[in-house]
Protein backbone atom coordinates (compact mmCIF):
# COMPACT_ATOMS: atom_id res chain seq x y z
CA UNK A 1 0.00 0.00 0.00
CA UNK A 2 1.03 3.87 -1.04
CA UNK A 3 0.42 6.44 1.38
CA UNK A 4 -0.30 10.01 0.29
CA UNK A 5 0.87 13.41 1.27
CA UNK A 6 -1.87 14.98 2.28
CA UNK A 7 -2.77 18.40 1.88
CA UNK A 8 -3.64 20.88 4.55
CA UNK A 9 -5.29 24.42 3.99
CA UNK A 10 -3.32 26.64 5.94
CA UNK A 11 -3.89 30.32 6.52
CA UNK A 12 -1.75 32.96 7.40
CA UNK A 13 -0.60 32.58 11.00
CA UNK A 14 0.14 34.92 13.39
CA UNK A 15 3.84 33.78 14.86
CA UNK A 16 4.49 30.81 12.52
CA UNK A 17 5.56 31.90 9.44
CA UNK A 18 4.47 30.77 5.84
CA UNK A 19 8.36 29.50 5.20
CA UNK A 20 8.39 27.53 8.57
CA UNK A 21 4.93 26.24 7.37
CA UNK A 22 6.17 25.57 3.82
CA UNK A 23 9.38 24.09 5.14
CA UNK A 24 8.08 21.89 7.93
CA UNK A 25 4.76 20.38 5.13
CA UNK A 26 8.30 19.38 2.98
CA UNK A 27 9.18 17.51 5.97
CA UNK A 28 6.28 15.62 6.80
CA UNK A 29 6.61 14.92 2.83
CA UNK A 30 9.62 13.20 3.67
CA UNK A 31 7.94 11.06 6.31
CA UNK A 32 5.38 10.00 4.15
CA UNK A 33 8.27 9.35 1.60
CA UNK A 34 10.38 6.95 3.69
CA UNK A 35 7.26 4.89 5.33
CA UNK A 36 6.45 4.24 1.33
CA UNK A 37 10.42 3.34 0.73
CA UNK A 38 10.99 0.90 3.69
CA UNK A 39 6.98 -0.82 2.75
CA UNK A 40 8.54 -1.21 -0.23
CA UNK A 41 11.96 -2.08 0.07
CA UNK A 42 11.41 -4.53 3.16
CA UNK A 43 10.10 -7.65 0.79
CA UNK A 44 13.22 -7.36 -1.25
CA UNK A 45 15.78 -7.37 1.28
CA UNK A 46 17.63 -10.37 2.31
CA UNK A 47 19.93 -9.18 5.13
CA UNK A 48 17.81 -10.00 8.45
CA UNK A 49 20.22 -7.66 10.22
CA UNK A 50 18.91 -4.71 7.59
CA UNK A 51 15.10 -6.58 7.40
CA UNK A 52 15.36 -5.56 11.05
CA UNK A 53 16.72 -2.23 11.21
CA UNK A 54 14.18 -1.32 8.62
CA UNK A 55 11.01 -2.59 10.68
CA UNK A 56 13.11 -0.40 13.38
CA UNK A 57 13.00 2.27 11.50
CA UNK A 58 9.82 2.55 10.26
CA UNK A 59 8.01 3.54 14.05
CA UNK A 60 10.11 6.43 13.41
CA UNK A 61 8.98 7.49 9.93
CA UNK A 62 5.35 6.33 10.77
CA UNK A 63 5.25 8.39 13.98
CA UNK A 64 6.10 10.98 11.48
CA UNK A 65 3.99 10.69 8.93
CA UNK A 66 0.96 10.46 11.60
CA UNK A 67 2.04 13.53 14.15
CA UNK A 68 2.01 15.64 11.54
CA UNK A 69 -1.41 15.08 10.19
CA UNK A 70 -2.39 15.67 13.10
CA UNK A 71 -0.67 19.09 13.82
CA UNK A 72 -1.38 20.31 10.62
CA UNK A 73 -4.93 19.67 10.48
CA UNK A 74 -5.25 21.52 13.72
CA UNK A 75 -3.57 24.68 11.87
CA UNK A 76 -6.62 24.65 9.14
CA UNK A 77 -9.55 27.15 8.79
CA UNK A 78 -7.98 29.21 10.84
CA UNK A 79 -7.82 29.98 15.28
CA UNK A 80 -11.47 29.14 16.28
CA UNK A 81 -12.31 28.63 20.41
CA UNK A 82 -12.56 25.66 22.03
CA UNK A 83 -16.93 24.53 21.18
CA UNK A 84 -19.12 23.82 24.36
CA UNK A 85 -18.90 19.85 24.10
CA UNK A 86 -17.53 16.56 25.17
CA UNK A 87 -13.66 17.90 24.58
CA UNK A 88 -14.31 20.80 27.32
CA UNK A 89 -16.32 19.29 29.44
CA UNK A 90 -13.41 16.20 29.92
CA UNK A 91 -10.97 18.87 30.13
CA UNK A 92 -12.57 20.98 32.71
CA UNK A 93 -13.32 17.10 34.78
CA UNK A 94 -9.72 16.43 34.60
CA UNK A 95 -7.47 19.77 35.14
CA UNK A 96 -10.51 21.65 36.66
CA UNK A 97 -10.36 24.42 34.40
CA UNK A 98 -9.46 25.24 30.80
CA UNK A 99 -6.71 27.72 31.51
CA UNK A 100 -5.51 25.65 33.84
CA UNK A 101 -4.94 22.61 31.27
CA UNK A 102 -3.48 24.90 28.85
CA UNK A 103 -0.95 25.65 31.49
CA UNK A 104 -0.06 21.88 32.15
CA UNK A 105 0.42 21.45 28.49
CA UNK A 106 2.03 24.46 27.85
CA UNK A 107 4.27 23.12 30.24
CA UNK A 108 4.86 19.57 28.96
CA UNK A 109 5.74 21.13 25.81
CA UNK A 110 8.57 22.86 27.57
CA UNK A 111 10.25 19.72 28.18
CA UNK A 112 14.10 19.41 27.15
CA UNK A 113 14.91 17.46 23.96
CA UNK A 114 12.97 17.22 21.04
CA UNK A 115 9.47 15.66 20.63
CA UNK A 116 5.96 16.47 20.87
CA UNK A 117 3.71 16.95 23.66
CA UNK A 118 0.42 15.11 23.33
CA UNK A 119 -3.46 15.05 24.38
CA UNK A 120 -4.56 11.67 23.94
CA UNK A 121 -8.04 9.76 24.39
CA UNK A 122 -8.49 6.67 25.86
CA UNK A 123 -11.58 5.32 24.36
CA UNK A 124 -11.62 1.87 26.09
CA UNK A 125 -11.42 4.22 29.21
CA UNK A 126 -13.20 7.26 28.16
CA UNK A 127 -10.19 9.52 29.68
CA UNK A 128 -8.20 12.14 28.42
CA UNK A 129 -4.18 11.76 29.00
CA UNK A 130 -1.48 13.60 28.61
CA UNK A 131 2.50 12.84 27.46
CA UNK A 132 5.65 13.54 26.44
CA UNK A 133 6.20 11.56 22.71
CA UNK A 134 10.75 11.45 22.14
CA UNK A 135 11.27 12.06 18.76
CA UNK A 136 8.28 10.86 16.51
CA UNK A 137 7.55 7.08 18.03
CA UNK A 138 9.02 6.43 21.95
CA UNK A 139 6.03 7.33 24.23
CA UNK A 140 2.89 6.72 22.06
CA UNK A 141 0.24 5.64 23.80
CA UNK A 142 -1.22 2.45 22.65
CA UNK A 143 -4.60 2.05 21.42
CA UNK A 144 -5.12 5.68 22.56
CA UNK A 145 -6.53 8.79 19.74
CA UNK A 146 -4.22 11.58 19.18
CA UNK A 147 -6.64 14.98 20.38
CA UNK A 148 -4.13 17.38 20.26
CA UNK A 149 -0.63 17.19 18.92
CA UNK A 150 2.51 19.95 19.41
CA UNK A 151 5.54 19.06 17.91
CA UNK A 152 8.57 20.70 19.39
CA UNK A 153 11.16 19.84 16.87
CA UNK A 154 13.30 22.50 16.25
CA UNK A 155 11.98 22.91 12.47
CA UNK A 156 8.44 23.28 13.86
CA UNK A 157 9.95 27.20 15.01
CA UNK A 158 13.05 27.66 14.72
CA UNK A 159 13.14 29.76 11.48
CA UNK A 160 11.18 32.24 13.50
CA UNK A 161 12.03 32.05 17.14
CA UNK A 162 15.71 31.13 18.84
CA UNK A 163 15.45 27.80 21.05
CA UNK A 164 15.48 29.89 24.14
CA UNK A 165 11.87 31.68 22.68
CA UNK A 166 10.22 28.46 22.33
CA UNK A 167 7.73 29.38 24.45
CA UNK A 168 6.97 31.84 22.34
CA UNK A 169 6.34 29.38 19.36
CA UNK A 170 3.95 27.14 22.02
CA UNK A 171 2.15 30.50 22.45
CA UNK A 172 1.66 31.34 18.95
CA UNK A 173 0.38 27.66 18.05
CA UNK A 174 -2.16 27.99 20.70
CA UNK A 175 -3.30 31.34 18.98
CA UNK A 176 -3.67 29.81 15.76
CA UNK A 177 -4.95 26.45 16.99
CA UNK A 178 -8.91 25.20 15.67
CA UNK A 179 -10.14 23.87 18.48
CA UNK A 180 -12.89 23.02 16.76
CA UNK A 181 -10.56 20.59 14.83
CA UNK A 182 -9.39 19.46 18.07
CA UNK A 183 -12.52 18.80 19.82
CA UNK A 184 -14.12 16.36 17.21
CA UNK A 185 -11.33 14.07 17.90
CA UNK A 186 -12.71 13.13 20.70
Known amino acids: MQYEVKTFTIPELKGISQKTITEHLGLYAGYVKHVNHISEAHTSVNDPYAKAEMQRRLGFEWGGMKNHEAYFAQLEGGAKELPEGDLKTR ?58 ALDMWEHSYMIDYAPSEKKAYVDAFFANLNWEVVAARV
Do not use: P
Open 91 to 148: LENVWGSIDTFLEHFKGLAMTRGVGWAMLYFDADTQQLATTWVDEQHLGQLVESKIVL
